[in-house]
């Protein structure tokens, strides 16, 4: 609209022309925004893989100076396998700057945390160090071969809450008093028995999953202690057996698929 002063045309928006313009700025910024929250999830899960390499490979390289035996933390390859402590730290981390290295958690909703990397875990020494490297900090990353033992009731060989049935036949399984996550693992590796691969149906290593990052599920802030993550969330990042990368639901035992 214009308006005569002075000799002078004058310009200015109509209320209406105001409303339309605000509208148009309203949808930009509603299609902006998500996908810039995209993009920096993008950005952090890049960076999260890089991590989860980085440890894949410096396993790799343990393992081959150790006898072919896991390390019993991943923060025991600091600094001697993996030079910075930041690549123990996913950047979607939700856990709060200031929390305790004890109370640190390697998944929102708390579960297995007896195997965390953590202050406070220990292992049975059947290699190396019997406790997690406090120089590294806290770290983000679900590793699932330390050597911290098993709850007492893992020990029972025909059924465990990790799902392994083991048939009470099979020689050469260890006492129960020293199983560890990382024996266990081995087992469910080389001889299935999960009830998704019979016992006696390996798996393949390029398919099992050895470090995880739970931090990249959809919705995981909705998830706690009291509330935790369901077997089919997704996805979860995970470093193999072998050191390559795939991804999973939960319960990586429905199958993992590349990116």
């Given at each position: 609209m214009k308006n005569k002063s002075f000799g002078r045309t004058v310009g200015f928006f109509t209320i209406i022309e105001l409303l339309v313009v605000i509208a148009i700025m309203g949808i930009l910024m509603a299609l902006f925004f998500p996908a810039l929250s995209r993009a920096r999830e993008m950005g952090k899960r890049t960076a999260c893989i890089s991590n989860l390499r980085q440890i894949g490979t410096a396993m790799q390289l343990y393992k081959t100076d150790?006898?072919?035996?896991?390390?019993?933390?991943?923060?025991?390859?600091?600094?001697?396998?993996?030079?910075?402590?930041?690549?123990f730290?996913?950047?979607?981390?939700?856990?709060?700057e200031g929390t305790a290295p004890a109370a640190w958690l390697a998944r929102i909703d708390n579960l297995h945390n007896d195997a965390y990397d953590r202050t406070g875990s220990v292992g049975i020494a059947a290699n190396g160090s019997r406790t997690p490297n406090t120089a590294v900090g806290n770290v983000s990353y679900y590793y699932e071969m330390s050597d911290v033992l098993c709850p007492p009731s893992w020990g029972v060989f025909t059924y465990t809450p990790s799902g392994l049935q083991v048939p009470q036949s099979v020689s050469g399984l260890p006492a129960p008093?020293?199983?560890?996550?990382?024996?266990?693992?081995?087992?469910?590796?080389?001889?299935?028995?999960?009830?998704?691969?019979?016992w006696g149906t390996p798996y393949s290593v390029s398919a099992f999953p050895v470090v995880r990052c739970f931090w990249h599920i959809k919705h995981v802030k909705n998830y706690s202690p009291s509330t935790p993550i369901p077997n089919t969330a997704e996805p979860v990042i995970n470093i193999t057996y072998a050191g390559n990368y795939v991804l999973s639901k939960v319960y990586w035992e429905d199958g993992v698929w590349n990116p």
């Open positions: 150790n006898n072919m035996n896991p390390v019993p933390f991943i923060s025991l390859l600091f600094p001697e396998y993996i030079s910075s402590n930041k690549v730290r996913c950047p979607s981390d939700l856990n709060p008093a020293d199983t560890t996550y990382a024996i266990w693992k081995e087992i469910q590796l080389n001889h299935g028995g999960d009830g998704k691969n019979p």
